[in-house]
Structures are given as C-alpha cells and as structure tokens.
C-alpha cells in the first residue's frame, strides 16, 4: 500500500493517491505506514483547497494521530482583521505534519486593537506560546487612506500604531511575536510606483512597510514572508480579488493554504522542529547520470545544456543549505571510490567537505540513514530524503516511517522545484550556533575517533581538556539563551519559557542568568547551558537549569553544580524538578548532586518534586568532574 501510495503521489496523481487513503478503514494502533502517508501528503505542495480539506478528514477520521515523534504542544493566537475560519485547520494540519500539535485561539473578525491594547483580553488570559499578526490591505486603509497617494505623515502613524501593537504584547505576554509582511493589493492603482514631496504611492509604501517590519525583528519579534508565499502561490490570482468581496477573506483559496504553510513552518522553526539535515542521492539525483556509466567527467552538470543547469541549480541550493546550519549526508549504491567524483569533476558546486556523512556501498539505503543518524547524533525524524527512485524511497521509509522524503526528477528542473516548494528548511531565525553545526558534527567525529584510544573515559576526559566559560545574560548571548529556552526539553529541570522581556524581568528582581560556554581541544561549542539563580531569604533557588544533550557524559554538570555552590556560598539551595514526558533524563539528577527531596506536589497532570542541598562544609567539598571553570 506505501508503494503504491507514493507511486501515485510523486507521480503527479495527488487525487489518485488520496484514494488510497480514504479507502483505508481506521484502526488501532495505527500503523506507522498511515502515519507516514498523511504526513507525505500534507507536504506535497497542491493547488486544491478541497484535497487539503480531504486530507484533514483523512487525519481527522484517524483520530489526529502525531505525525512526528514526541510533539510540542504550541498554543497558537491568530490576529487578523479579516475572515480567517480557514486557516486554521491548514495550519493545524502543517503544524501536526512537523510535530507541534498547535492549538488555534483567535478573537474573530478584525479586533485587533482592542484585543492587543486591552491588558485583560482573551489573548492575554489563554497565555499563548505565539501570537501571530497576519494584516490585509483593508487594515492598512484605515491608517493610509485609499488613495492612490500616500502622505509621508500616515506612513509614520502606520508605523507608530504597529510599534505600539508589537510593544504592548512584548510588555504583558511572554509570547514569540510573527508578524506578517504586506504582499500587494488585490488591484493595482495608479501611481503605484510615483514618489512626490510628502506622498508615495502605495507601491512605494509597502516596500517601506516591508523594510521597517524587517528593521524591527529581533528577540522574540520575527517576520513571516507573507509576500513571498503569495507570490509562489500565483501572485495577484492568490489575494482576495474574489474572496473579499464573498466573505471579506485576505487571499483566495490557493493563497490561504500558501500563507497557512508558510504560518506554520514558522511555528515549527520556533518550536525547535525544523528539519536538521538532507539526505542525499547522487546518481541522477545531484547530477545526470550515472557515473559507473559515464565517468566522472560524463554526469551532467554545468552551462552546458539547460538540464545540466538544473543540475547546478540542485547543487547550489544543497550548498546553501549546509551555509545555512542544514548537514549534508550522502549516500550512494555504488563502489565507494563514486566519491572521486568531487574531486575529478571541477563543474560540480559540491565538495566532499559539504557532506558530514558519507554512506558508500551496496547495503540497503535505509542502514544508510540509520547510520548516518548514528553519526550526526540525532533521529532521522529530523531528515528529509532526496533520491529519484521510488524503490528506495519506499525502502527507506519502511524502516524509517517518521522521515521526510523529496523525489528527484523526471529531469532536474523538477527536482529543485521540489526542493524549493517543500518548505521542509523554511526559517525565520539563524542563530550562531545553527551556522556552526556542521563543524561541530565533524568535530564531534574526530571525538569519537579519539576516545577509542583511550581505555578509561577518565583519561579521555582529561585529555580533551573541557573548559566551561560563564557569563552573565548579555546583548551578546541573549538571543542563543532564549533560543536554549524554547527548544531544550530533555536536559530542562522545570521547562520553563522564558522569552527576552522574562528574563530582563528576572533580572530586575535580583536574579542571576548565566549563559555557559564550552570548549576543549577539538574546538568551541559554543552556548550549550543556561542557569537561573534567584537568591532568597537564607537560601539561593535554582529557578531553571538546561542543557543541550551534546555534551552529556562529560561531567559538565557536576562543574555547573561546583559554580552554583560558590554562588550560593555556604546557603542552602533549592531545587524543582517539573516532571514532562520529555525530561525523564534528569529526574535524578538532584539526588545524584547530593540534593534531598522534601516534598512532591502534584496539581492535575503536572507532578514537581521539591528538592534541598544543605548542611555542607563548602571549604572542604569535593566535586567529580574534568572541567576548567571560569567566570567572565
């Protein structure tokens, strides 16, 4: 049934292959091959509203099973000032299909001032994880006018009303703010482009718009490219020309599931589910050809022809990815030496430096993935894979029902059609830290390697010479902190959210937030803990504690609790623990740090246990760890 299914749905024939599914009655458990189906068909871009209906009473009809593993819960407030009924089961759909289960709250038709304005609203009461401001044109007449000029003086009152609107959620939510940019209007008036003293047309107006939205993004503020998903939609066919006038809807049907996925992929970046790394085949797939055939010098890619082009196009949009923070892998059924390719055709934009996995061989391609999630370090839920036979693709899904997956071709123009109309690597936010992940993978590599040389994981330790650096919360790293907040879940005492206007609060109430660096001899990690101290009366709380899994096993832990007990300086400290389905790997990680628990309080599903670290000779305790602590 999966072959059959993703015959029909890679081929073209998208109703054919929702046959497929509707025709298969519900049952429990569910099998994994349903699971990867909807999602599959969820991700295909289509221009019908109605087949994206049908696949929701497909899911629906399945009980709205997770289409990824271990989801994020995300409650979504959806601020517009036209009809927006439909988007919210498409993003509800998108959201399900990238593993945040999204919960849609909205005020109705064009409230926007009074909701945001009025502190004791509906959308500060449900405390949303998101707010989302997507605006039409009919908004921007209330403050411009409709006239095919526009004064210089409502532009500057657009902006102020906007500033205000972002700043009063920033003061009384905690919320991340996605404000949508202005596509067009629905029809073009005259002037649209004409710049007089003291007006502009509206042409010139929106771009201004569009650029000062972008000005102000940054920390929880973040922009999505509304413009963009109504330009690949069909552009002026995609805005409202009909729909406003039937139901005062901002785009027409092919245009809302556009901006819908476009809502969502953004929700998903922000929840810390984007896709990590593209899996990748190189026979017709990256280039023309095939080079057991053709040679290294044979495969097409280049200015040669307008397929070979394609090609290139391929090549380049992969190497923007890797530029971009996404790992490369490449796999290939073929005799390993496939790999001089890179080095002997000098047309081809990728280097054997881009990949940082390389599965060579005749095994099947699902070990291929499996191994590459073994070096890479994470599942292959985080994937998606690119090959242009269906064989495989069907093969590798079988094993792996959780991965993504893109067909290559017929020709190469399709390809990066599809690479680019997926949607799978959207972002509106580039940490540091996301640039760096490809040499941290290679180091992590060069670890592995390492640590088979030594008998002891002591003596590994040592050699490697870990040194933590901490600092207090800065311009400089507060970005990458409130990342670490909304996407760390497993190594997370509490689960706390802080966003941006939190943790200056905490601040101002006398708490200490330390960023924690690493590095040993193979090279930084950069910012891989955070931890909050608040000092009270006779003691010092430990308000949040979290850590990326990457340098688990290295003793870092014990060397943060060495700095926490020198802030705490002879005190007792406190410690929570908030139980999560996700966080079970530090349930015991007070009582290993020699904490004694005092209480559990459970309150309905949420069960915290209350711990405390006192009755200690500070001068002489003695923590186990192989880390060089230093505070700057």
């Known amino acids: 049934m999966l072959n059959k299914f993703l015959s029909e749905l890679f081929t073209g024939k998208f109703t054919q292959a929702l046959s497929i599914l509707e025709s298969r009655k519900p049952e429990y458990p569910i099998p994994p091959e349903i699971v990867t189906m909807i999602r599959l068909a969820i991700f295909k871009p289509a221009q019908s509203f109605l087949s994206y209906q049908k696949i929701f009473n497909i899911w629906s009809n399945w009980g709205k099973p997770a289409l990824k593993l271990n989801p994020t819960k995300k409650k979504i407030f959806f601020l517009s000032d036209f009809t927006a009924d439909n988007f919210y089961p498409m993003v509800t759909l998108y959201c399900a299909a990238q593993g945040v289960e999204a919960e849609v709250v909205s005020p109705g038709f064009d409230s926007i001032e009074q909701t945001v ?12 994880d998101i707010v989302i401001f997507v605006l039409s044109e009919s908004w921007l007449k209330k403050y411009l006018g409709n006239s095919s000029l526009v004064k210089q003086c409502d532009l500057e009152l657009t902006q102020k009303t906007l500033f205000n609107l972002i700043s009063a959620i920033k003061s009384n939510s905690s919320a991340d703010i996605l ?5 067009g209007r ?49 552009g002026r066919q995609a805005m409202g020309n009909t729909s406003f006038f039937r139901g005062r809807m901002a785009f027409e049907m092919q ?9 969502a992929s953004a929700v998903c970046h922000l929840s810390g589910k984007t896709h990590r790394a593209l899996v990748t085949d190189w026979d017709n797939t990256i280039w023309g050809g095939e080079v057991a055939e053709l040679g290294s010098l044979g495969v097409e890619c280049g200015q040669e022809s307008s397929e070979a082009l394609g090609f290139l196009m ?3 949009y992969i190497k923007g990815l890797r530029l971009l923070g996404v790992l490369i892998a490449g796999t290939s059924r073929n005799d390993p030496r496939v790999k001089k390719t890179f080095e002997e055709n000098n047309e081809l934009v990728l280097s054997l430096d ?8 005749w095994f099947p391609k699902s070990d291929a993935v499996s191994q590459v999630s073994k070096e890479l370090g994470f599942g292959s839920d985080l994937m998606v894979y690119l090959d242009d036979s269906l064989f495989e693709i069907g093969q590798v899904l079988s094993v792996h029902p959780y991965m993504d997956a893109i067909m290559a071709g017929p020709d190469s123009q399709s390809t990066i ?20 992940r490809n040499s941290r993978v290679l180091k992590l590599k060069e670890q592995r390697e390492f640590r088979t040389s030594f008998s002891k994981i002591e003596d590994f330790l040592d050699a490697i010479k870990i040194q933590l650096i901490l600092s207090k919360l800065n311009s400089e790293n507060l970005n990458r902190v409130v990342q670490l907040f909304q996407k760390t879940n497993q190594f997370n005492l509490t689960t706390r959210r802080y966003g941006e206007e939190d943790l200056k609060q905490l601040e101002l109430n006398g708490g200490d937030i ?16 955070v931890i909050v101290l608040v000092p009270e009366p006779d003691a010092l709380r430990i308000d949040s504690w979290l850590m990326s899994c990457r340098v688990l096993n290295r003793t870092v832990e014990q060397a943060v609790f060495e700095f926490i007990l020198g802030k705490a300086n002879g005190r007792q400290i406190n410690g929570e623990y908030v139980s999560t389905e996700k966080n079970g790997l530090v349930s015991s990680l007070y009582k290993t740090l020699g904490f004694e628990k005092v209480v559990t309080v459970r309150d309905d599903s949420i069960v915290k246990d209350q711990w405390i670290y006192a009755n200690y000779d500070l001068e002489n305790l003695e923590t186990n760890h192989h880390a060089l602590v230093n505070e700057v």
Do not use: H
């Not at 690479?419 to 959207?426: A, P, T, V």
């Open 117 to 128: 304005l009025d502190s004791s609203s509906l959308m500060y009461k449900c405390s949303p």
């Open 255 to 263: 245009g809302t599931l556009s901006v819908a996925r476009e809502i």
């Open 314 to 316: 391929i090549q380049e």
């Open 186 to 234: 629905a029809f073009t008036l005259p002037a649209g482009t004409v710049s007089l003293e003291g007006s502009m047309g509206w042409n010139f107006v929106l771009q201004k718009l569009n650029q000062w939205l972008v000005n102000q993004a940054g920390g929880r503020i973040n922009v999505l490219d509304i413009a963009e998903a109504i330009f690949v939609s069909g």
């Open 417 to 436: 059609t599809r690479l680019s109309d997926y949607r799978f690597f959207n972002a509106v936010s580039i940490s540091k830290e996301d640039l760096e």
């Open 514 to 529: 330390y960023s924690i660096s690493y590095e040993d001899t193979f090279g930084s990690q950069g910012i891989i803990s």
């Open 179 to 183: 404000i949508g940019n202005l596509p």
């Open 354 to 361: 881009d990949f940082s996995s390389l599965q060579l061989g």
